[in-house]
């Protein structure tokens, strides 16, 4: 198998990967904000839930969740589980797995922010939503990027896990070819693409972080 | 409805609040009438910024009445205090401004966007016409250069009026102040207090909670003394600083050493 053969086959999987990456950035984000107002709901039952929910994916291996969210149509409804489903059960159970982590870091940040920003803003006038999202969520980001950062790195490295239900990611071809052809060199091409697209994401997230720079607090 | 002269422009009645069984205001009668300086002095913990909280609706009172303008905010029935529909109090919110004492600016908006926000978002005044109403305040504040700045590069003096100058720019009717320049260096006091003279010329309403005698014999129509939740007296300056309450007397005379 001549090098250029890997490399396009590898490459189909960088896709995939780079298409978890950005699909469960996409969903967790804003559904992390949506649980984190779960968490801090002054409705106790509502509250209790979303700890729990919380308290699942954050205490138990992803690895599993992904299988138990794969198996689920299977297992409860007894539906014949398709090969399509499979890239859509990766993406549901990263989403949902890091929306929780993504909702405490907003908790965290918007738990942060001093009383006296909504007063001065409720005696302005402004309303709950232009509250929220004009004076508190801009500087909760702020407040928050370090830790984005740092989830959206292990992201990168977590899309490897959606070798346990056969996606073909980059990490599951990587280990195909490398079985195959007796050779360590598709994983060092693995571990070297895993390098450079964190460098990438770091970068992309440094630069956000510099822009919100421009004020301190 | 029509407003009289002579009608109070603030009316706090009987007001009274306890924070977990602590009585910290206890029939608290204050009016305001419009054009009126007041200041208000006591000591620490006598509950003089939960009156002003109570007065701009950051508190709910226990019991009592709150009126702008003749308006109920806040009255009694059956003993408890009823607040008005959420509709009542965006409207009559609008009669008054708060200015803290560590400014509460928004430190993600430049001077000038900190000025003209609230008028765009909330009052719906078209862009151009509050910039140039938020300049001109700016420009009355001595802060015209600082429009661009971030509050984060202001001094504090400079950061307290621009709060001052955000309160101005949805015109008000009555400005209360909570210890404006207790977290100000001496100098820079001055110059917030300055600003502050200078709208009491102006016949801006303002009630002004502060520990600086000097000033508040200077501006103020009426100093009301707070201790312990309850109005101890309430006067002209002579009367107070002239005032036979041995209380008030040593109050006035620390602060003024
Ligand atoms: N949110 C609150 N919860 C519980 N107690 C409170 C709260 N706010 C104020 N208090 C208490 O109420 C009393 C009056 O407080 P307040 O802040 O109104 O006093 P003040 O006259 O403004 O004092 P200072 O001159 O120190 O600002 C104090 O004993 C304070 O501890
Ligand atoms: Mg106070």
């Not at chain 1, 801090?40 to 992904?66: C, D, E, F």
């Not at chain 2, 404006?180 to 207090?193: C, G, K, M």
């Amino acid at each position: 198998m001549s090098i250029t053969t890997i490399l396009s086959q590898l490459s189909q999987g960088m896709i995939i990967s780079v298409e978890i990456f950005v699909l469960t950035l996409l969903f967790s984000l804003p559904l992390g904000l949506i649980v984190s107002f779960g968490r801090m709901s002054k409705n106790k039952i509502l509250q209790q839930i979303v700890k729990i929910y919380i308290a699942i994916m954050r205490g138990t291996p992803l690895m599993l969740q992904l299988m138990a969210i794969y198996f689920a149509p299977y297992y409860l409804f007894g539906l014949k589980i398709t090969t399509q489903y499979r890239f859509t059960a990766v993406i549901i159970a990263f989403s949902i797995n890091y929306a929780a982590y993504f909702a405490e870091i907003y908790r965290g940040g918007i738990e942060s922010m001093p009383i006296g920003q909504y007063e001065a803003a409720k005696i302005l006038g402004y309303n709950k939503g232009q509250t929220f999202f004009k004076i508190i969520l801009p500087q909760v980001i702020k407040r928050i990027l370090p830790s984005i950062t740092n989830e959206t790195i292990t992201l990168v490295k977590d899309t490897s896990l959606a070798m346990v239900i056969s996606v073909a990611e980059m990490f599951t071809i990587a280990q195909r070819i490398s079985a195959r052809e007796t050779s360590m060199f598709p994983l060092v091409i693995a571990g070297i693409f895993y390098f450079i697209f964190n460098y990438i994401v770091a970068f992309i997230m440094e630069f956000i972080e510099k822009k919100y720079r421009y004020y301190e607090g | 409805m029509r407003m009289e002269k002579s009608m109070n422009l603030v009316e706090m009645k009987h007001v009274r609040k306890q924070f977990d069984g602590l009585q910290v205001l206890s029939d608290i009668s204050i009016s305001v009438k419009e054009g009126e300086v007041v200041s208000i002095i006591g000591p620490s913990g006598s509950g003089k910024s939960t009156l002003l909280r109570c007065a701009t609706l950051l508190e709910n009172m226990d019991a009592g009445e709150l009126s702008y303008h003749g308006e109920k905010v806040v009255w009694e029935e059956k003993g408890k205090a009823v607040t008005a529909s959420h509709k009542e109090i965006k409207r009559i919110s609008r009669n008054f401004g708060l200015v803290f004492q560590s400014f509460h600016l928004f430190p993600h908006y430049n001077v000038l966007k900190n000025v003209m926000d609230a008028p765009v978002c909330v009052d719906k005044v078209p862009k151009e016409e509050a910039k140039r109403r938020a300049m001109d305040l700016l420009k009355q504040l001595g802060l015209e250069d600082k429009a661009y700045n971030y509050p984060c590069q202001l001094s504090g003096g400079q950061q307290q009026r621009v709060s001052i100058a955000r309160a101005l720019a949805l015109q008000p009717n009555v400005l209360f102040f909570d210890e404006p320049t207790s977290a100000l260096d001496p100098e820079l006091t001055s110059e917030v207090l300055k600003v502050i003279k200078d709208l009491a010329k102006q016949r801006m309403t303002m009630i002004i909670v502060t520990h600086e005698m000097k000033f508040a014999k200077e501006v103020s129509d009426r100093i009301i003394f707070m201790e312990g939740g309850v109005i101890v007296e309430e006067g002209t300056p002579e009367e107070l600083f002239l005032s036979k309450n041995p209380r008030v007397q040593e109050f006035i005379g620390k602060l003024e050493e």
